[in-house]
């Protein structure tokens, strides 16, 4: 049974970074991909970025617009991805979910993702 499991989450002040990282286990995780989502109290739970496998060791990536050139998702292996947050916003606060797709293809709805996480709290402060 495929796991995942988040952890960086944290307080932080406005205009600051954190990094988050996912761990995955219980499957093949290198040719899954791999997604970001966020849930605010009161709101949908909404896409954040996503990662997809192109080739040997080799990904690309999408972000909402809410947060590209402040975010950045990564692979550090075949089970880890990561997403470095930068210049935070109070809006950015949320409890943040990884999520994985068996197919190697974007999507940016959560419908479309088998596997959770538990969620980390950011909480950013103005």
């Known amino acids: 049974q495929a796991q995942l499991v988040e952890s960086g989450g944290g307080l932080v002040q406005a205009g600051g970074s954190l990094r988050l990282s996912c761990a995955a286990s219980?499957?093949?995780?290198?040719?899954?991909?791999m997604g970001w989502f966020r849930q605010a109290p009161g709101k949908e739970r909404e896409f954040v970025a996503t990662?997809?496998?192109?080739?040997?060791?080799?990904?690309?990536a999408d972000y909402a617009d809410s947060v590209k050139g402040r975010f950045s998702i990564s692979r550090g292996n075949a089970d880890t991805v990561y997403l470095q947050m930068r210049s935070l916003k109070p809006e950015d606060t949320a409890v943040y979910y990884c999520?994985?797709?068996?197919?190697?293809?974007?999507?940016?709805?959560?419908?479309?993702?088998?596997?959770w996480g538990q969620g980390t709290q950011v909480t950013v402060s103005s």
């Open positions: 999520a994985a797709d068996p197919s190697p293809v974007y999507s940016v709805h959560a419908r479309d993702y088998d596997y």
């Open positions: 219980g499957g093949t995780f290198s040719r899954y991909t």
């Open positions: 990662t997809k496998w192109r080739s040997l060791n080799s990904y690309d």
